[in-house]
Structure formats: structure tokens, C-alpha cells
């Protein structure tokens, strides 16, 4: 049980984190008592949602979201969708959830015989996830009202980022939960939709507290402070207090093994990080202690110190670059090798899905770490509309670990692991006549981004509805690669101090507010420029790939002096305007950089000298990383080996990504 000076000293920094932050109370608070039932995997609950209108109009109807009735039956909108993306289907009727309210009363009436199941994206009346409740009276502006609800949750087996496995409980959106009430351009409306297979969960930031009954062996973790835990006879009780969350998640098992230790980066950081991040750097900010609460498995207790030390490592660096990390409290969670959390977000929670042997030169467990306190900033602090605007969060936060990982860490090792089991004697193959040696392949995120990327046709634009893309693959590809990728180029482009500085700006300005694509791209404007934007804003609204091209290149001779008029052509496909460099080479080792401001479909430049163009190179320094094919970016008129060790470069990144997707089924 912890103590009450530790307890007291989490509150105080909650209420200082609170304060630095400017947040203002949110208008909703949960209180919430539930009993487990390990045997049914049933939790039996009741909740009180203390809502207060803080719009300027009289609120009349509530939208609930019950997540759970997504996984009743293969009826539900969920369901409809895995099937139309072609996933097969391996759902078992044992296997199922629900939520059912079995009472909700406002002020002593009961309105459960007036509530009545809404489905606006795809009008399935099959599905359950959407429920609308009418008030006998109005919520008037600035009044605060308690609804009281009884319900009853069937866990499902371990499916999109919660459920059960064995002892093993994760539950998540759990509970019924008020759809986000808010404003845009002076009209206050609920966004409410159904819950889809790309299954992004958008909520008002609210207060949670919550009492959890498990059996006396179980271990319990959640989003928050755990203020106090006592047993009773065969229970045990646990206390829960979290502010600022978008949403409650819990885990209990007995096999766990719980650590605790605390954490200060500002200790920790030293002379050489701060001479590192000195640009970008706030040394004020990196004092506050942070709580790190650690759940193993007993196969895992060998990876405890690698936990702690990247858990410390990516506290430390997000701290530098971006913010102080906005809670007292982290709890990091081991998940069973076999479950699937599908790149799923918990608030103040940072669930590990990993091989239980796990190399420490493959980074695995790190860049899941570093993922997961990614999603806490730029998915939870940050509030984002990731059901009409998925690639707000989901791309940043994928750049964020990318950036996150070359800083912190060399490149992935993969030359000596199949399926992350080692390979004896693969160093046998090194050829050291050709310069070759399998012991000095890497992994390189961002190659794999880009196969990633250009290997999925057709293209879409990025900003779309989780619901809208054309596939699974369109909607990751869309929501998470593409936008880092560009995010990228601008590095590339403008340097990492302004694009990492605009992202850390843009971070203060909206923690704990509400995010949109417009916020992005009017501050990118503001904080990088208006060409960064048009950038951006090409990507986000179209689908047509752009490739620059060399299209002739012409030497003729045009006097017995030797001289010749050198010619090249070269072309843009696609209506982005982009100003890229032109690397010339002529005869004699003579070199000229042309720049071209990328306006128009194509440009000429023509020279008359004693020296014929020998190479032409487009974006030699490699800037625009979305150019869907650079093999025709460069032209020589004399052969050479050039073209081979492309094809050879190609053929290592096809490699790479076939044994990666090959490691899935071994």
C-alpha cells in the first residue's frame, strides 16, 4: 500500500503540473465504483457523471458512446468494416462484449426506456456504440447535473487494444461515456460517431475517480494515482484519482510484477544532453519528479532495467525537446507476447507488445517505449479529433519516435536475427574483397517509410475519416507514414531546430486544448513559413503523387573549336511547387547548381563551353523524400555502376520488408 506522504506528494505535483499547464477543470467528472468478476470476466459498475454546461445553450439530449457493444455480435458496424477489409474474421460468439445500462436516472426520473441507439456514419441500425438520452428538463448554461448510471460490461477476448487473455485483464472505453460537447465558431454542438475498425476513441478531457474490486491476488494498475489500497476478506480494493484524461484504463492479473521507482530528468540529464538540445532546451522544466510504475510479466523480470532505462531515456529527451511530461505518474505495462494492442493509446498508460526474446541491438522494446510516450503527448495532451482527423496525432507522434530514436540510439541491428532469433555464424558470410559486410546492415526507419509508403497505390489524400479509406493499409499509410514522411522532408528542407521548434510551439499552444488541422497549418505558417504550409497542405488535399525527372540531356557540337551547346530538360509530374536543386556535371570535373523554383511542369537550361554535360542530378542532397521515383532523377550519358547499386539498394529494402513481414507468421 502506498504511503501517505507519497500519496500527498502526488497531489501536490498534480495540482503544480495542472497550474503550469493553464488547465482549466474539466466540465466532466466520473465517479466510478466496479467489481470484477474474473470467472464471467463481468465488471459490475456504477458510475455518477457530474456534467456542467459551460456552452451558452440550453443542453437538452445526451450522446453516450458504449464502445464494448462494438464486439456483440459480427452485426455491429465494427464487424461490417473488418470484413469489407478483407481481414479474416475469427470471432466467436464466446469471445464477445457488450456494455448494458441497466439504469440511468437524472435527477430521480429513469431514462433508460427513452433511450434509443443512433448510427449516422453508415446507418447500420444493427449497431449498438452510439446511444441518444432526451432530459425531461434542459441543462442550463453554467448548471451542473448528476446522471447516475448502473451497468454491466462483458470483457471481450483480447481484441483492438483491450479484453482479456487467460488471467490477464486490459479494459479500456469500458464504461457508458458522454460524446465531446464543444464549439466552433460560436455554436456549441455533441460530435458524436459509431465506433469503427480503425477504432480511434475521441473524448472530452475529464476527472476520474474510480474504485476497483478484484480479487485479494490481483494486481491493479491504471491511468492516474492510485491513492490508497486496502483487502478485504478474499477482495482487494484500489482507489484511483486522474484529472485531465480522455478516458479511464485499467489492468489487473495476479501473475504480475509490480516496481516502482521514481524519476527526476533534471538530475539525470547531463552536460552532454544539454549541450546537445542547448537551441531547444528548457532547463527550468526539467526538474520535476516523475513516478514510474512498472507491471512485468515473470518471463519478462530480465528486461526490468531496459524498461526503466528507456522509460527514463524517452522522459528525458521528450522533455527537452518538446515539454515537461504533463502527470506525476507513468505506469508502464508488460502485455502478453500474444496479445494485439493494434498501435492502441492509453491515457497515462504505456502498453508493451513484444517477442519474449527481444535482442537489445533490435531497439524493439525502446521504439515501443518511445511510441507509447509519443501517443501520451501528442494523443493525450493534445486534443485531437482522431475519428475526422486521424493524421494530426498518429503522424506526429510516428515522426516524434523517429526523431526520438536516431537521436537517442544507432541504427537497428537486423543483420544477425531472423524473427528476432539469432543467426550463428552469419558473420562467416562477410565478403571483405567487395566491401560488404553483413555485420554493418542496419535498419533504417525511415527506408522502410518510404517502401512503406510508395508500395501502396492508389494514393489517397491525407485528410480523410477513419471510416473513408479505402483499406486498413490506406488508413495507416495516410494517418501515420505519410504525414511523418513530410515532416521529414521539411527537416530536410528548413533543419530540424525550426521544424522540431514549430512543433514544440505548437505543442505549448494547444496542450489541453482542442487541436485541429487548421491550428497545424496556420502555425506552421506563422513559425516556418508559407511554403512550408503549401507543402503540407499539397499532401493533405490531394492524391497525386508528384516525381521530378530528367527528361533529355543533349551535347552538340557546334564549331570546329570545340565547342558545344549542352542542353538539359527536366520535368515535374504533379502541380506541387517546390523549389529542388539541379546538380550539372560536365566533362573536366567542372560542377554547376542551378536552382529551380518548381513552377511550371518543366524547365530547360542550356550552356556553351569546351566541356560536354556529363551528369545531371535532380535533388542531390535528397530533400524531397516523396519524390515517387528517384530513379529517374539522375541521367548520365556515359556508363557506369550507378544504376547497379540502386537495383542492389532496392533490392535490400524489398529483403528487409519481406523478412520483416515474414517474422509475423514464425
Known amino acids: ?334 502485455l502478453p507476447s500474444y496479445a494485439d494492442i493494434d498501435d492502441y493509446f492509453y491515457p497515462n498508460l504505456i502498453a508493451c507488445d513484444h517477442p519474449l526474446f527481444t535482442p537489445m541491438d533490435s531497439l524493439i522494446l525502446e521504439k515501443e517505449i518511445l511510441r507509447g510516450l509519443s501517443y501520451q503527448y501528442w494523443r493525450g495532451v493534445l486534443r485531437t479529433n482522431e475519428i475526422e482527423e486521424p493524421w494530426l496525432s498518429g503522424g506526429i507522434s510516428t515522426y516524434s519516435t523517429l526523431f526520438m530514436l536516431r537521436e537517442i540510439f544507432e541504427k537497428p541491428v537486423l543483420y544477425k536475427y531472423f524473427s528476432f532469433l539469432p543467426v550463428p555464424s552469419i558473420e562467416l558470410f562477410n565478403i571483405p574483397c567487395l566491401g560488404f559486410y553483413f555485420s554493418k546492415i542496419r535498419y533504417d526507419e525511415v527506408d522502410f517509410l518510404l517502401f512503406e509508403y510508395f508500395k501502396e497505390e492508389p494514393f489517397e489524400p491525407i485528410l480523410k475519416k477513419v471510416w473513408e479509406f479505402g483499406s486498413c493499409e490506406n488508413y495507416r499509410i495516410n494517418s501515420k507514414v505519410e504525414p511523418a514522411l513530410i515532416l521529414l522532408m521539411l527537416e530536410r528542407i528548413y533543419g530540424q531546430k525550426r521544424v522540431l521548434g514549430f512543433l514544440r510551439k505548437f505543442f505549448r499552444e494547444f496542450a489541453f486544448k482542442n487541436a485541429s488541422s487548421d491550428d497545424f497549418l496556420n502555425m506552421m505558417e506563422k513559425e516556418i513559413d508559407v511554403h512550408a504550409r503549401r507543402i503540407f497542405e499539397y499532401f493533405l488535399f490531394n492524391s497525386e503523387p508528384v516525381d521530378f525527372r530528367v527528361v533529355s540531356v543533349t551535347n552538340q557540337k557546334i564549331n570546329q573549336e570545340g565547342m558545344f551547346l549542352s542542353s538539359i530538360i527536366i520535368e515535374k509530374i504533379g502541380d506541387l511547387v517546390l523549389s529542388l536543386e539541379v546538380e550539372i556535371h560536365f566533362e573536366g570535373g567542372e560542377k554547376v547548381m542551378e536552382k529551380w523554383n518548381g513552377e511550371g511542369n518543366w524547365k530547360r537550361y542550356a550552356y556553351i563551353g569546351n566541356n560536354k554535360i556529363e551528369k545531371v542530378i535532380i535533388d542531390p542532397y535528397q530533400k524531397f523524400i516523396m519524390d515517387s521515383n528517384r530513379f529517374n532523377n539522375s541521367f548520365l550519358t556515359k556508363k557506369n555502376y550507378l544504376s547497379l547499386s540502386k537495383a542492389f539498394a532496392l533490392f535490400c529494402i524489398l529483403l528487409g520488408e519481406f523478412l520483416h513481414n515474414l517474422s509475423f507468421f514464425i
Open 1 to 334: 500500500m502506498m504511503s501517505n506522504k507519497l500519496i500527498f506528494s502526488l497531489f501536490l505535483l498534480s495540482l503544480f503540473f495542472n497550474t503550469v499547464y493553464s488547465q482549466q477543470n474539466p466540465p466532466i467528472i466520473y465517479e466510478i465504483s466496479c467489481a470484477l468478476d474474473v470467472n464471467k470476466r463481468v465488471i459490475e459498475g456504477r458510475e455518477v457523471i457530474q456534467l456542467t454546461n459551460n456552452s451558452s445553450s440550453p443542453v437538452e439530449k445526451l450522446y453516450l458512446n458504449l464502445f464494448m457493444n462494438a464486439f456483440r455480435d459480427t452485426r455491429s458496424t465494427f464487424f461490417k468494416e473488418v470484413i469489407l477489409s478483407g481481414l479474416k474474421n475469427r470471432f466467436k460468439l464466446e469471445d464477445a462484449g457488450w456494455v448494458d445500462i441497466l439504469s440511468i436516472k437524472v435527477g430521480g426520473h429513469d431514462l433508460k426506456k427513452d433511450m434509443v441507439f443512433l448510427c449516422p456514419d453508415d446507418g447500420n441500425t444493427n449497431d449498438r456504440t452510439l446511444a441518444l438520452i432526451s432530459l425531461p428538463l434542459p441543462i442550463m448554461p453554467k448548471m451542473t447535473i448528476s446522471i447516475e448510471v448502473e451497468f454491466s460490461t462483458k470483457i471481450p477476448k483480447f481484441i483492438k487494444g483491450s479484453g482479456y487473455l487467460e488471467n490477464f485483464f486490459l479494459v479500456s472505453n469500458w464504461y457508458p461515456k458522454l460524446c465531446p460537447l464543444e464549439e466552433k465558431g460560436g455554436e456549441w454542438f455533441w460530435n458524436f460517431h459509431q465506433l469503427h475498425f480503425q477504432p480511434y476513441f475521441y473524448s472530452n478531457f475529464a476527472s476520474y475517480r474510480v474504485e476497483i474490486n478484484v480479487p485479494r491476488n490481483y494486481k491493479v494498475g491504471a491511468t492516474g494515482i492510485k491513492l490508497w489500497e486496502k483487502k478485504i476478506g478474499r477482495k482487494k480494493i484500489a482507489r484511483f484519482s486522474a484529472d485531465n484524461h480522455s478516458d479511464f484504463v485499467w489492468i489487473a492479473s495476479p501473475s504480475l510484477l509490480e516496481y516502482q521507482e521514481k524519476f527526476s530528468p533534471g538530475k539525470e540529464a547531463g552536460l552532454r544532453d544539454f549541450r546537445k538540445f542547448r537551441v531547444l532546451a528548457d532547463s527550468d522544466e526539467l526538474r520535476e519528479k516523475v513516478d514510474i510504475f512498472l507491471f512485468l510479466r515473470p518471463e519478462s523480470k530480465v528486461y526490468k532495467d531496459r524498461y526503466l532505462n528507456a522509460v527514463k531515456n524517452a522522459l528525458k529527451y521528450y522533455e527537452f525537446i518538446f515539454s515537461r511530461y504533463p502527470y506525476p505518474v507513468i505506469t508502464v505495462v508488460d
